[in-house]
């Protein structure tokens, strides 16, 4: 482009701040080319016949470049011939293939872009603007000037989407004087077309809706909006179900709701929605999950007061059940989650999602038989036909703010994704008796649920369907206690409650540490809700120490010995053969099929290295209250909806051996009842005090008393982004993160006034520094702290080689490990804090569990597509 083209609108956008439209001059270049394009299409239609093409603002335009149009077109051939040959096959690009950014069929797609606060106001005349079109002659001259300039496209013209509205009048207020307005939150689906931000501080745009002859005035617009391009906001990536699923379980969590009403300024909020969100595997920005939430929540609004006001309940947007359960005070319904939401509100832009076009953005297509006075594309036609139908919904607001949930527990931040569809309070299951009063930990949901068939019956739990919870049941707890399959069996007042408390916390430390588990939530005392699984009828057992039974199957082993690694076991499932042991072939040759998944090879390997690691994480978790794990029983099933294996059943105190000081004289299991050689009602009081022992301090698994923090020193703030990841990083593994910005080279005194500072409060800490050319940072940390310091420098394509043996070729004396990767540096820190931290270790361990089942099922398709 020409120095003097980019000087021209750069003038022009300086104007359009002085109306509060804040626009830079690519967008004014970009917006003043596709009208000029459009009118010049239009006017040679007109002049050739065909009157039934038209335009917005065509009139305007026309007086402005009408009386060129006969000199340009008489002209056109020889001006052909004297123009650069690039413009020439610029220009016939342009007509033929018709890209974003001509034929209006961008302005079409950035009409739609305004995830912002819009203003819906009573119809004013169109006469009010052509008198004022042209009020500025200067400007106007500038851009008819234009109209001989070579404009030379620029190569990333399509991912720059302008934020373009229509409209952009320079009127005085006066001319609108009787223009009523009313305002309201509209957030259109970035999915398909969204390309801003949704703050709703900064400068305005006048805004009018295509399809309408309603304008904003330029007073009032201002303070609305604030337009930034799609790269600001991440918009185009397109949400899939199971993310929207994921960032409406998380926008259900009562803290949540409490900080999105308490806060004006809420960046820090949806970073915390992202990081949630980060640990089921999705990758959004905080930017993305605001966009999103904010039209789910206006595309709600909509909808509802259009059904109200319509009465036509038959349309629906997709997850409305889901966010009206938010909304109307009501746990969340997700029996729709599995399936599509019926009527999506796609039926108004049609049924048809096209393709990713070249620059990223979603398209959707209307009926191609829909008539129209313009040969427009179908995208074109189909944001049209969306935006009338939004100008219809936009009369009223339902006012009013959302209304706390019940309780929910603590492990929906960190639910895998996969079954993240199924997590969500139902509408109604009868509420479960109170046996456990004054239980603290995860206070049940005090909602009741519609009971379905019962499923199943052991000997210490029920199964129900649940009707209005499609994919889960309920688990129902007895207050009864057995030994030796049933032989001895005997009623205890009060354990149902006990058991489920155990079991609830048990389950969330092994979710918040990524273990995959049926588990939903606990549901009153005595209960709680589960995925559906096909159980797979194999006992796990794993084991640290010799004891029980093993004793006896394996005569000459002394009780005590320690196994290193924990011992792994299996037991069929058969009461009546007294569930015999069963070898890894056993199971293999079995050839179960469960939920469409056969038990093979994989399956087996799976379940046996995540028996360990689940023993493991639970094994580190009581090591604080001094307590030693002996072994436990686990059992697995085969997810219904997500067909995949998973940890099912319960885990209580029946199902572990937990000795207090590792002393077996002082078991606090279902051993003391096992052991005792009369039951009587003072030997079942003295059993129950000691599951309620369990219950008390199984809540404990889920606090820890160690704390610490990374603090990132970076040497220059253009390093961080680089640090962002870093923090973002540890985020995923619960510790807190600091950014410092100083230079050990420029700065020596400040660096070591910092450390100082962190060092001072007593808080375990890790430095990361992160320094490039020369990394005096991390050398000068690490020869002046005994704090762990971690150099991780963001090298350079160009001197990366050379600059990091400043990293790694260090004074005698300095113990200063050099990590490359971001996320690797924050792995590294999380492993220090992990040798005093159960919690941080859980994740690790998980994290190793997951990585490598991943990689035995990629191998498992892998040779399943060579085969």
């Known amino acids: 482009m020409t120095v003097r083209n980019k000087r021209i609108f750069e003038q022009v956008a300086a104007r359009l701040q002085k109306f509060g439209i804040e626009r830079d001059w690519k967008q004014c270049r970009t917006k003043y080319k596709n009208l000029k394009h459009e009118y010049k299409s239009i006017k040679n239609a007109q002049d050739s016949g065909n009157t039934s093409k038209s335009m917005k603002f065509f009139n305007e335009l026309d007086a402005i470049l009408g009386h060129n149009t006969g000199e340009q077109s008489s002209k056109s051939d020889n001006e052909e011939g004297e123009r650069p040959t690039e413009w020439i096959e ?81 009127f005085s207020p006066e001319d609108l004087d009787s223009t009523h307005i009313k305002k309201e939150t509209i957030d259109i689906d970035d999915d398909s077309i969204s390309t801003t ?94 966009t999103k939430y904010k039209n789910l929540k206006y595309e709600y609004r909509a909808l509802q007061k259009e059904n109200d006001h319509l009465g036509n309940p038959r349309r629906k947007m997709r997850f409305y059940d889901e966010v009206d359960c938010i909304f109307r005070r009501q746990p969340l319904v997700a029996s729709s989650w599995g399936c599509e939401s019926s009527n999506l509100i796609s039926e108004s832009v049609g049924d048809i999602i096209t393709n990713t076009g070249p620059w990223g953005i979603k398209r959707k297509a209307s009926d191609e038989s829909s008539p129209g006075p313009l040969k427009k594309s179908a995208s074109e036609k189909a944001v049209v036909q969306f935006q009338r139908s939004l100008t219809d919904r936009m009369h009223t607001v339902t006012e009013g703010k959302k209304a706390l949930l019940e309780r929910l527990c603590k492990q929906e931040e960190t639910q895998d994704i996969s079954r993240t569809q199924l997590y969500g309070d139902p509408p109604a299951i009868k509420q479960v008796p109170a046996a456990l009063a004054g239980a603290g930990a995860m206070a049940p949901v005090a909602t009741e649920l519609k009971l379905g068939k019962k499923i199943n019956e052991g000997k210490t739990k029920e199964v129900y369907e649940l009707p209005d919870l499609a994919g889960c049941v309920l688990m129902q707890s007895k207050d009864q206690i057995t030994a030796g399959n049933a032989a001895r069996k005997d009623h205890m007042e009060g354990k149902a409650a ?147 294996i998973v940890l099912a059943d319960v885990i209580d105190n029946d199902s572990w051996r937990l000795w207090p000081s590792g002393d077996r004289s002082q078991q606090k299991d279902k051993q003391s009842y096992r052991d005792l050689k009369e039951v009587t009602p003072e030997a079942l009081q003295m059993v129950k005090r000691n599951f309620e022992w369990v ?40 510790i807190p993160c600091e950014l410092r910005v100083t230079s050990a080279h420029k700065g020596p005194d400040e660096t070591l006034r910092i450390k100082a500072e962190y060092e001072g409060d007593g808080i375990p800490t890790v430095f990361v520094a992160v320094a490039g050319r020369s990394n005096g940072l991390g050398p000068v940390l690490s020869g002046n702290t005994s704090y762990p310091v971690v150099n991780c420098p963001p090298l350079s394509a160009d001197w990366g080689s050379q600059d990091v043996w400043s990293s790694l070729r260090l004074p005698s004396g300095l113990g200063c490990p050099t990590i490359l990767s971001p996320e690797g540096a924050a792995q590294f820190a999380a492993q220090i804090f992990g040798l005093s931290n159960h919690l941080v270790w859980a994740k690790l361990r998980s994290s190793m569990l997951n990585t490598w089942i991943s990689l035995k099922q990629a191998d498992k398709k892998l040779r399943e597509c060579a085969l």
């Open 498 to 644: 006990i058991s489920n408390t155990t079991t609830s916390c048990v389950f969330q430390l092994l979710h918040e540490s990524g273990i995959k588990t049926a588990f939903v939530r606990k549901h009153g005392d005595t209960a709680f809700i589960a995925a559906q699984c096909e159980m797979i009828p194999i006992e796990w057992v794993c084991r640290r120490i010799a004891t029980g039974s093993f004793l006896k199957r394996n005569p000459g082993v002394k009780e005590g010995y320690k196994f290193y690694p924990p011992k792994i076991e299996m037991f069929y499932k058969d009461d009546a053969a007294n569930d015999p042991q069963w070898s890894e072939e056993q199971l293999i040759e079995a050839k179960f099929c469960f939920a469409g998944l056969t038990i093979g090879q994989t399956e087996v390997d799976i379940m046996a290295h995540s028996t360990q690691a689940i023993f493991e994480i639970l094994e580190k978790s009581w090591l604080p209250q001094n307590c030693t794990l002996v072994d436990m029983k686990i059992e697995f099933g085969v997810n219904i909806t997500t067909k995949e």
């Open 695 to 734: 219950a008390e301090r199984v809540e404990l698994l889920l606090k820890t008393k160690s704390h610490g923090r990374v603090v990132v020193l970076m040497g220059s703030s253009s390093d961080l982004g680089h640090c962002e990841k870093i923090k973002k990083a540890c985020a995923n593994f619960g």
């Open 90 to 170: 610029a220009k016939t690009e342009k007509d033929s293939l018709g890209i974003p950014g001509d034929a209006g069929e961008e302005d079409s797609v950035s009409n739609m872009s305004e995830d912002l606060q819009v203003t819906h106001i009573e119809k004013v005349s169109d006469t009010v603007l052509p008198d004022k079109f042209n009020e500025d002659k200067s400007v106007s001259n500038l851009l008819e000037e234009l109209g001989a300039t070579h404009i030379k496209e620029e190569e990333d013209i399509g991912l720059e989407i302008p934020e373009d509205k229509e409209g952009f009048i320079n």
């Open 197 to 290: 931000s949704e703050d709703i501080s900064g400068p305005s745009v006048v805004k009018q809706i295509t399809g309408t002859d309603n304008l904003i005035p330029l007073d009032e617009a201002q303070n609305h909006f604030k337009v930034i391009t799609v790269h600001d906001t991440g918009a185009g990536k397109h949400w899939s179900d199971n993310e929207v699923r994921a960032l409406i379980n998380i926008w259900s969590d009562e803290k949540i709701q409490q900080m999105l009403e308490g806060a004006t300024r809420n960046k820090e909020i949806f970073e915390e929605i992202a990081r949630r969100l980060m640990k089921f595997g999705i990758d959004r920005d905080w930017k993305q999950c605001r």
